[in-house]
């Protein structure tokens, strides 16, 4: 059974740091690929980004680029996303999937068309 959990969600001020983390189990990790995904009251789903495991090859929405990082832990079936310089418009849930998508999908592809299991979330709540 594909499990997926995410922790480490939380409330943090302004301009602060908090790391996700998204413990996976279930299939054969280093094949897939992890995306990490929020959802803000009263809005669609946003891909945040992604990372295959098999390369490391990353994608990160423009929202996020050079604030976020993901990073992936095969030998833990882990993948984390180090969140940096936290704004009030990054509170959400976040949600990590895993997927296998086609080898020669772009990472945006990955991103945006490329999941099939999800969890459950986490709430990170940042204030002003």
């Known amino acids: 059974e594909v499990q997926l959990v995410e922790s480490g969600g939380g409330l943090v001020q302004a301009g602060g740091s908090l790391r996700l983390s998204c413990a996976a189990s279930?299939?054969?990790?280093?094949?897939?690929?992890i995306g990490w995904y929020r959802q803000a009251p009263g809005k669609e789903r946003e891909g945040v980004s992604c990372?295959?495991?098999?390369?490391?090859?990353?994608y990160y929405a423009n929202s996020v680029r050079g604030r976020f990082t993901i990073s992936s832990d095969n030998a833990k079936n882990t993948v984390y996303l180090q969140m940096n310089s936290l704004k009030p418009e990054d509170t959400a849930v976040y949600f990590c999937?895993?997927?296998?998508?086609?080898?020669?999908?772009?990472?945006?592809?990955?991103?945006?068309?490329?999941?099939?299991?999800w969890g459950k979330g986490t709430l990170v709540t940042v204030s002003s």
């Open positions: 279930g299939f054969t990790f280093v094949d897939y690929a």
């Open positions: 999937a895993a997927g296998k998508p086609p080898v020669y999908y772009s990472e945006w592809e990955v991103l945006h068309d490329g999941m099939d299991y």
């Open positions: 990372i295959r495991s098999s390369d490391g090859s990353t």
